[in-house]
């Protein structure tokens, strides 16, 4: 038994606690009051239909209304059958492994990118591009490679020497970069399909800051919650950046950064 105040009254009644569960969680197939002989013995099977549903009744009020389970995750880990692979990833040379606090300034940065740029969204997005800036349709691929990458590259197949932004400079041969007011009128779709065409480009190609500037603005373009697509294309591109992180063990510090 309990006190039950009733919505808008100053009065209280007694009413059995039962009812009161009954309010919040009905019962599915309702049973009335059986009367039931005075040696029913719930201890003992039931030897009636009656005395069968009466012992139900019992059974369920002493279950406890909310029932937490202790999970022992140890267990669930050594039980655990899917797991994530990571075939194909290089460990970083010796001497050139990301210290801890590199990695999560990288994070933060990055963090910090994907923010802004789903609070600007609209504002850049609005923008008029300039006369000289056609963006290709979301499944032309060469159009994109050449787009990002420009038609010099495309047309070479090799990496020339980086040339240095001027206000005289043709972007249709060296390519256009990943301006705010470009990438924001990208779709999801069209994001994931670029990000594709520039991975695949990649995996057999050499890096160039080009192609880095534009992984890095179509993964901070990503929304959540990932697709699969976009989960292998974040997987495919760190196996490919680390082959060519081995590649460079030679050069000077900062290209290696890059393919961390």
């Known amino acids: 038994m309990r006190w039950v105040g009733l919505a808008g009254l100053k009065a209280m009644a007694w009413v059995p606690v039962e009812s009161a569960v009954e309010e919040l969680m009905p019962r599915l197939l309702p049973v009335e009051p059986c009367d039931l002989t005075e040696g029913f013995d719930p201890s003992v099977p039931p030897r009636t239909p009656q005395e069968y549903l009466r012992r139900v009744q019992i059974e369920a ?22 797991n994530v692979s ?4 290089q460990p970083a040379p010796e ?7 590199w990695q999560q300034q990288q994070v933060a940065q990055f963090s910090t990118v994907r923010q802004s740029v789903n609070r600007h969204r609209s504002h850049w997005k609005s923008q008029q591009l300039d006369s000289n800036v056609t963006m290709p349709k979301s499944e032309d691929e060469e159009g994109w490679k050449k787009f990002c990458l420009g038609e010099r590259l495309c047309a070479e197949g090799a990496v020339g020497p980086a040339t240095s932004e001027s206000p005289g400079i043709d972007y249709v041969q060296i390519g256009f970069p990943p301006l705010l007011s470009i990438v924001s009128r990208m779709n999801q779709a069209t994001v994931t399909s670029v990000l594709e065409y520039l991975s695949n480009w990649f995996g057999e190609r050499d890096f160039t800051p080009e192609l880095g500037r534009w992984l890095y603005a179509l993964l901070a373009c990503l929304e959540k919650p990932l697709l699969p697509e976009a989960h292998s294309l974040i997987r495919q591109l760190a196996r490919r950046c680390s082959e060519v992180r081995l590649l460079v063990v030679s050069y000077s510090l900062l290209q290696v950064e890059s393919t961390h």
């Open 86 to 89: 990571l075939s194909g990833c």
């Open 95 to 101: 001497g050139y492994s990301p210290t801890l606090q």
């Open 61 to 82: 009020a002493q279950c406890p209304d909310v029932v937490v389970a202790q999970i022992d995750p140890k267990k669930l880990k050594r039980k655990q059958s899917v």
